[in-house]
């Protein structure tokens, strides 16, 4: 085998990219370097640079190219007219039989190693200036599948030469100002992985949209991986936690999101086609393509790639189903988070209560308004309208040019994974992804509001909102002595702060979790059968489908859940409130009007504590115990604290206490803390008690302020009376501090009062409060007003209101 021409994946490296391209010197460095590292790479071979120039001499290519690339700079002649030209010279030449044959030998060599005559082969491109640090090219050229035999794979081979020049690579190396003659393509021969009859998809070392680098984030689907690069399917979604993963006794997926994945890509069973896409069935749809430990398997190989290239990687991985074996099939640098800098930035919608008329995958994390323009087919692209939000079925690499002059971009198809996905992260341009009918929703010329800006759920609004943009510097943020911590609730949303030098969460609130990602009252789980309701039955029993019992739906999406919360800010404290749901707000869930009771004031009823305890909700309380247990003992995340809220009296806090023992939660075991809500008058009066039952207090403002001024925090009619400021609300709190302190127990603040008033935080500091936990948009002010306060604590001058 000439190895000028051809060379085995195992005899190269990182250095070979302007031999083979980046794809393909990517491919043998894992298989020279990470095979000691369990990671798989399919056998293979690839040609090279010079393989390339042979081509373009033996068929005297590169004059007509010129001129063909000259003619559409001066605007005689259309991208698609030169590209088309361009490409037929190509698949227009004749292999030089030295490539030919050196292409031949090596192809029967790979099936002797494979113990087949004429292997089935997958034929990729790698251009030599692709999957650079600072540039991606993906999906730019083509790739081949299932192609078997010597003739078929020259002629792949020919077509790979031609997609040098899609119209999309000629524009984006326009655009980044590549010279066209200056990249060569080689060509990677890789034995087929039987993904047709398993599955396959991509893998992330760090999260795509908000940067956070202590994730791998996979997508998977079943049958062949070009499905998910496209976006024709949606596929399964799972989120890993890097910190924990070499701790084998830990599990430490923190998200799983089962996908659609109504289609699957297979080999084609007759005919000129080498695949074709069939209908996944029911089975399909409703389970995950991979199980837990190939899950962990390949987080840990992703975890290997990126230590070793010292650089956040993008991974394709095969699932082989006549072996059950995985591989890793290609692998590049991830190009948008690794070279993003600069202050954080933050998108806010401005006071809106409008319903998405439209959710899917949010790509990035900002608000576009502007007019939809629907476009469904590729031959249409030119009636794109610049600055119009793209709306279209899914995007291929045809699209790129128009994506770039779009202001926002919505399909029907495809997770965050896709194509779509990739080029907009890309570009900077806001996308939502898979939302499964926008092109049949949204009218051409409508104004739309398209958020990514409220965590995963990326949101379409009808009409023009009001938004706002803010820009953060964390590097000029000062230290401070009070611990300065977070309030979250959403848990698609947490992953966006993890840049802020935060002390952890000083409140994570359960009951947003049940409300907005399990939407079903736990007692309807529970007992199921008893239930009256008939369509809730139907409802529930659709929404739980495809896990092991009805309960385990709810404890895995809140542990989940949970876990989304906690993982970002690890290994510091994740203090997590109980469900804190009054009578009436349980009752709206689904289910749940037959386990609740109507009182007339659900704001001093059955909530917080009592209910933990109560008949009507133990077997619930349980299933919230199993969830949290799951999280500290399964997932590893034991920087999770538990916190009891409205909390009465000490015989109370006793009986809480043991019902969670009862189910495997006991304080002080496996350093598990456990807080209580300081709220209500009796937590402040008997402190040493309460300090004696728990680790922590964290004072809830705004109940505390009711519950002590007799002010009903949600009259309209009584807001001027409501003021945590009042002199009888900071005795109070300035009470519980001295007191609980005394004790050795901590004291936090969890309200809105030190977000909304400065001279409120400045009377927490004075009187030395351990933590104020704040919401994120209010965090970076109130920090800078803190430490202001301590430096002239420090210097003995009196604290500015």
């Not at 590549?178 to 034995?191: E, R, Y």
């Amino acid at each position: 085998m000439s190895q000028d021409l051809v060379i085995w994946f195992e005899e190269l490296g990182v250095a070979d990219v302007p031999r083979v391209g980046g794809k393909n010197a990517s491919l043998g460095e894992m298989t020279r370097a990470l095979g000691a590292a369990g990671v798989q790479v399919p056998a293979g071979f690839a040609t090279t640079a010079t393989a390339y120039h042979a081509y373009l001499d033996a068929n005297g290519i590169a004059g007509p190219l010129r001129d063909r690339l000259a003619d559409f700079r001066a605007g005689t002649a259309t991208l698609q007219e030169a590209g088309e030209a361009i490409r037929q010279l190509f698949l227009d030449g004749q292999m030089p039989a030295r490539i030919a044959e050196a292409v031949r030998d090596a192809y029967r060599q790979l099936g002797q190693r494979q113990k087949e005559d004429a292997p089935s082969v997958a034929v990729r491109s790698s251009a030599t200036a692709e999957d650079l640090p600072t540039a991606s090219f993906a999906g730019q050229q083509e790739t081949f599948l299932n192609v078997r035999g010597e003739t078929a794979l020259l002629d792949a081979c020919r077509r790979c030469y031609a997609s040098l020049f899609t119209d999309r690579a000629i524009a984006y190396r326009e655009a980044q100002g590549f010279d066209h003659l200056a990249v060569a393509l080689s060509i990677g021969v890789q034995v087929m992985v039987r993904s047709d009859l398993a599955g396959s998809g991509v893998i992330f070392t760090l999260d795509t949209e908000t940067g956070f680098p202590d994730v791998v984030v996979l997508s998977a689907a079943w049958g062949l991986g070009e499905t998910v690069v496209q976006g024709t399917v949606e596929p399964d979604k799972l989120t890993v936690f890097k910190p924990l993963l070499d701790d084998e006794r830990m599990i430490p997926i923190i998200e799983r999101t089962r996908g659609a994945k109504a289609q699957k890509l297979v080999y084609a069973t007759g005919g000129s086609a080498r695949t074709m896409l069939v209908e996944t069935t029911r089975r399909e749809r409703e389970s995950f393509v991979l199980r837990t430990a190939e899950v962990l398997q390949l987080a840990r190989w992703a975890v290997a790639v990126e230590r070793h290239y010292g650089r956040p990687m993008d991974l394709e991985w095969a699932k082989d189903g006549r072996t059950g074996e995985l591989f890793i099939v290609q692998a590049r640098p991830e190009t948008v988070q690794a070279r993003r800098a600069g202050p954080l930035r933050s998108w806010h919608i401005r006071a809106h209560r409008a319903q998405p008329i439209l959710t899917g995958s949010a790509v990035g994390e900002a608000v576009a308004a502007a007019e939809a323009c629907v476009i469904r087919s590729a031959e249409d692209i030119a009636g794109f309208r610049d600055g119009a939000i793209l709306v279209t079925e899914a995007t291929d690499p045809d699209w790129v040019p128009i994506m770039r002059r779009a202001a926002g971009i919505v399909t029907d198809h495809g997770g965050t994974t896709s194509h779509a996905a990739i080029v907009s992260r890309e570009l900077g341009v806001p996308a939502v992804v898979g939302t499964g009918h926008a092109t049949t929703t949204l009218k051409e010329g409508q104004i739309i509001t398209l958020s990514c800006a409220e965590g995963d759920e990326g949101r379409v609004y009808e009409g023009r909102l009001e938004f706002s943009e803010t820009e953060l510097d964390i590097a000029a943020l000062p230290p401070t002595r009070t611990a300065l911590m977070l309030n979250l609730a959403n848990p698609a949303a947490a992953l966006r702060w993890w840049r802020l030098p935060a002390a952890g969460v000083g409140l994570a609130r359960m009951e947003f979790i049940i409300n907005d990602h399990i939407r079903i009252h736990p007692m309807a789980l529970v007992r199921f059968d008893t239930l009256r309701d008939e369509k809730a039955k139907r409802q529930i029993q659709e929404i739980s489908r495809g896990w092991p019992s009805r309960t385990e739906y709810f404890v895995d999406r809140l542990a989940q859940g949970i876990a989304r919360l906690a993982a970002p800010f690890h290994p510091h404290p994740v203090i997590l409130r109980l469900s804190d749901f009054k009578t009436n707000e349980y009752a709206h869930l689904l289910g749940g009007a037959e386990f609740e009771p109507a009182e007339e004031n659900p704001m001093l009823g059955l909530r917080g504590a009592s209910r933990y305890y109560s008949d009507r909700y133990r077997d619930g309380f349980a299933l919230e115990c199993r969830a949290i247990r799951r999280v500290r003992e399964e997932i590893g995340l034991r920087n999770l604290i538990v916190m009891v809220p409205f909390c009465r009296s000490p015989a109370e806090a006793d009986r809480v206490l043991a019902e969670m023992a009862r189910n495997g939660l006991r304080r002080g075991e496996d350093g598990l803390q456990v807080y209580v809500m300081c709220e209500i008058p009796s937590n402040v009066i008997l402190a040493e008690e309460f300090a004696a039952r728990f680790d922590g207090f964290s004072i809830g403002s705004n109940d505390l302020t009711q519950l002590v001024l007799g002010v009903d925090r949600d009259s309209a009619e009584l807001a001027p009376l409501f003021d945590e400021r009042d002199e009888a609300v900071k005795r109070m709190i300035a009470d519980v501090i001295r007191r609980a302190h005394a004790c050795g127990a901590k004291v936090g603040i969890c309200g809105e009062a030190p977000s909304n008033h400065p001279d409120f935080a400045a009377f927490l500091v004075e009187q030395g409060i351990d933590s104020i936990s704040l919401n994120p948009d209010s965090f970076a002010g109130t920090l800078r007003r803190v430490a202001e306060m301590e430096a002239q604590l420090a210097t003995g001058k009196e604290v500015a209101p």
